[in-house]
């Protein structure tokens, strides 16, 4: 199977399609669950109903516990989602890092379209 066939394969395996968020959303993330400690969030790169897409300042680990805070346009408190990272990988020519990772609860319909 060639390198095309086998990314074909992969993207076709995911069950919920991923959104760019929209522009003027604003992201938080942070290790653990208490709100504590450093914004790592560069930005958001996509969402969907049971997990996001993000560029963060350092490295974190597959299982870490995160916490991510969403603020949609025109509104003045984030919406707090626990969450676990599925992956991690550097990016090229850069110091940050790409992460994968799973919302403990799925977004409702009415909750994605304050995002995408």
Not at 44 to 68: A, F, M, Y
Not at 73 to 101: A, N, Q, Y
């Amino acid at each position: 199977m060639g390198q095309e066939q086998a990314t074909t394969s992969n993207a076709d395996r995911r069950i919920v399609r991923r959104r760019a968020l929209k522009k003027g959303v604003v992201l938080t993330v942070r290790k653990g669950t208490m709100g504590l400690g450093p914004n790592l969030s560069i930005g958001g790169v996509d969402l969907s109903d049971d997990g996001i897409q993000v560029l963060v300042k350092l490295e974190v680990k597959k299982g870490d516990e995160i916490e991510i805070g969403l603020t949609g346009i025109g509104r003045s408190k984030p919406m707090v989602l626990v969450s676990d990272v599925r992956w991690c990988r550097p990016v090229e020519d850069s110091e940050t890092f790409l992460v994968g990772v799973k919302l403990r609860r799925r977004l409702s319909h009415q909750e994605m379209g304050l995002f995408v």
